[in-house]
């Protein structure tokens, strides 16, 4: 999905120049081949969530390079080690656990952590602007969540790991609205849920949804970007689904 958001807004937003982080750079093709359709548009970072040092230095060099961000995107994740979420509670291990923690949870904070005074010096691109001056905000951070990390919604269980990385990460996008909404510069705090998507993630689970239920990455994104277009700091600290939908948290 991170993939998909970087197409899409080299392909929508004329002008907009994007900066796509991910471990592997030099084995990312899709990002070389959108290097190359969009000239001069595309940054590539290294960059290791689960390595405070790699989302440090990342930050310095957008900073040094382009001194501001209009929008970011926390879109990487695992559902588990395994690529299985547990069934029950014999599948929990401890290792399994703080791995997806890590990742999904402490890799978005330490993220807005480093980048958080990069989106306050934010041109306020995206999103829905107010007319009063004290409610306009400079940047946006998404935090894409799921659904099943709404507690309130969870009435099946099972899938330990995933579900707290998620809720945990709710937490942080609420502590995060209300930090950062404090000042001058404000910056819209969200967590998302993009829908059941045909990617990797989810691939275990295909066949137990409806065809009409497992959006592409592009239809997903299309949405999600809309969602993103509609907020503005009255709609920040919560989390929003697809269609634009609140989830309870
Ligand atoms: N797909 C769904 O149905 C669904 C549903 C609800 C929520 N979501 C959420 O939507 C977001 C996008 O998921 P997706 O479907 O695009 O999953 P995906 O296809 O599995 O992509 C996840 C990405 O995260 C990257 N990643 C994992 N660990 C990382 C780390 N330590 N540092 C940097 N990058 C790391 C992976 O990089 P590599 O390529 O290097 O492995 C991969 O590109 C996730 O937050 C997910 O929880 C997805």
Known sequence: MGLEFC???LS??????VIATCRKPDSSHP?????????GRLTVLQLDV?????VKEAAETVQTEFGKVDLIINSSAMLHPSGKGETSLKEVSAQGIISTLTTNTVGPLMMAK???PLLQRGSGAFG???PEKNKQHSGILVNMSARVGSIGDNALGGW????MSKAALNMAT????????????????VSLHPGTVNTDLSRPYHRNVPKDKLFSTEYSVQCLMSVIDHLNVDKTGRAYAWDGSEIPW
């Not at 929508?12 to 120049?17: E, H, L, R, S, T």
């Open 31 to 39: 990002l070389a081949d959108l290097n190359v359709r969009h000239p």
């Open 7 to 9: 197409r899409f807004l």
């Open 128 to 130: 829905q602007q107010p």
């Open 174 to 189: 609420r502590n995060l609205s209300i930090e950062l909404s404090r000042g001058r510069s404000k910056v819209v705090c």
């Open 114 to 116: 480093y980048f958080a």
């Open 50 to 54: 689960n390595r405070e040092v790699d």
């Open 160 to 163: 330990y790991s995933y579900r």
């Open 12 to 17: 929508n937003k004329p002008g907009a120049v």
